[in-house]
């Protein structure tokens, strides 16, 4: 096996392929690019920042796939109870987590926040295929759902290549095609707040998305108090709950993106009910005590490496 790798979308970047093909890797590496152009908030000139600069003044037309992502993320963002929320941006520059952040943004600017932030104002024209943001200081962010897209995107790219199997990385949301000769692909789950080493699962998967949704990625720590990068628009605030990660095992990686921060939202007991009732999803979560937690493995094989510490 053949590993390539590259620092994009602010993650190091990892593609596994059965042989060498640099110039396959190359174009994978150009598509993420292409991709990141269009939907990253992290850099003025992306399409999605036209659509947020645009906000309180004009409906600005996308390419269809980015139409129907930005419908998918709000028609998640309004099923009952949902935490995710496809214009949480405003809250999330306010708090700047993993950038700069590194005490509670005012009160004073929570709520302005606060103010810009209802999915329901993301008005999306179907026969434009246009977006718009009803008030201005609205931003849509597309954070915990794009490099699902992204890695679904490059998984199809690369069957239609006839790759006989790969895997790619997209810093934390992992993809695989196929199954290598020597049996399926493992992959780690790395114990939160502990050393990048200490695993607290092995997976063994083929063909399936395995996408984790963690408090323990990006945070920082405030007079003893951990806040992270999974805001809960009801608050304000980062979302505590009896979770510390969540992780997805699916066949649609954007699927697997969306729904381990939506069952990040619902907690242990909510998540359980609620895959009960969704064969398609599988997931694992880990407790805040560091339990190891299955819904169900249909599709994979979890091997709990210290289920309690
Ligand atoms: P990761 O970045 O570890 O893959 P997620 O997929 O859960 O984690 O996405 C977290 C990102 O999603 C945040 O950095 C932010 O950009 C955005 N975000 C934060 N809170 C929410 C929310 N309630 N709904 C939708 N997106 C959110
Ligand atoms: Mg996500």
């Known amino acids: 096996m053949i590993h ?5 979308m602010g993650s190091p970047i990892r593609l596994s392929l059965s042989t060498d093909k640099p110039d396959r890797a190359r174009s994978v590496f150009q598509l993420i690019r292409q991709q990141e152009q269009l939907l990253t908030v992290n850099r003025n000139d ?3 920042m036209a659509v947020n600069r645009s906000a309180g003044q004009c409906p600005v037309v996308v390419p269809n796939d980015v139409f129907q992502l930005v419908s998918l993320a709000k028609q998640v963002s309004l099923l009952p109870g949902s935490l995710f929320n496809v214009a949480i941006g405003p809250l999330v520059k306010a708090w700047r ?5 590194c005490s509670p943004p005012p009160t004073s600017v929570l709520r302005c926040a606060m103010q810009h932030i209802d999915p329901q104002d993301v008005v999306l024209d179907p026969d434009r295929q246009s977006v718009f943001l009803r008030k201005k200081g609205m931003e849509i962010d597309l954070g915990a ?3 699902g897209y992204i890695a679904d995107k490059i998984c199809q790219y690369l069957s239609e290549q006839q790759e006989p199997y790969a895997l790619i990385n997209l810093g934390g949301n992992i993809h695989t095609l196929g199954q290598p000769e020597h049996g399926p692909w493992q992959i780690g789950l790395r114990k939160p707040f502990a050393a990048a080493t200490t695993l ?3 997976l063994a998967v083929c063909g399936r998305s395995v996408v984790t949704s963690g408090i323990y990625e990006r945070f920082f720590l405030h007079q003893q108090q951990c806040y992270h990068h999974i805001l809960d628009s009801r608050s304000g605030y980062p ?3 009896d979770l510390l ?4 095992v699916s066949e649609s990686s954007l699927m697997g993106d969306i729904y381990s921060t939506l069952l990040y939202g619902m907690g242990l007991a909510g998540s359980l009910a609620w895959l009960a009732h969704h064969p398609e999803l599988e997931a694992i979560m880990i407790t805040r005590d560091n339990a190891v937690i299955c819904s169900s493995q249909r599709n994979f094989h979890c091997q709990v490496l210290n289920e309690l510490v």
């Open 200 to 202: 607290s699962a092995r």
């Open 145 to 147: 759902i794009a490099k």
């Open 239 to 241: 979302l505590n709950n």
């Open 97 to 101: 987590i993993g950038f700069t952040g």
């Open 245 to 248: 990660s969540v992780t997805v």
């Open 46 to 48: 992306s399409l999605l």
């Open 4 to 8: 390539y790798e590259a620092v994009m």
